[in-house]
């Protein structure tokens, strides 16, 4: 079975950093992707940023753009996404999700397209 497991959130100040991991287990090759999503109160699950791992090709979400990078571990079955220069409107639970195959994606990463979801990690950005 295809499990995930996200860590690494925490309360940070405006401008602050965090690394998010995910665990991955249950995959028997490369031929797949994580995607990262958000979801803030009140608010739609929003795909940031996602990574194949046949060919480690991302992709980001314009909101995340330039701050936050995606970055995979294969031989240790982790993929972070390193959050940079955070800001308020970062405040989220975030969730890592894996799909089979290999993703392209275009304006938006929908969270239909996603087979496996892992339990969030609470992320809060507030001074």
């Known amino acids: 079975d295809v499990q995930l497991q996200a860590s690494g959130g925490g309360l940070v100040q405006p401008g602050g950093s965090l690394r998010l991991s995910c665990a991955a287990s249950?995959?028997?090759?490369?031929?797949?992707?994580i995607g990262w999503f958000r979801q803030a109160p009140g608010k739609e699950r929003e795909g940031v940023s996602c990574i194949n791992l046949s060919d480690v090709s991302t992709w980001y979400a314009d909101s995340v753009k330039g701050r936050f990078t995606i970055s995979s571990d294969y031989a240790k079955n982790l993929v972070y996404l390193q959050l940079n220069n955070l800001k308020p409107e970062d405040t989220a639970v975030y969730y890592c999700?894996?799909?089979?195959?290999?993703?392209?994606?275009?304006?938006?990463?929908?969270?239909?397209?996603?087979?496996?979801w892992g339990k969030g990690t609470l992320v809060t950005v507030s001074s």
């Open positions: 249950g995959f028997t090759s490369d031929n797949y992707a």
């Open positions: 999700a894996a799909a089979g195959g290999r993703l392209r994606v275009g304006n938006s990463l929908p969270a239909l397209i996603m087979d496996y």
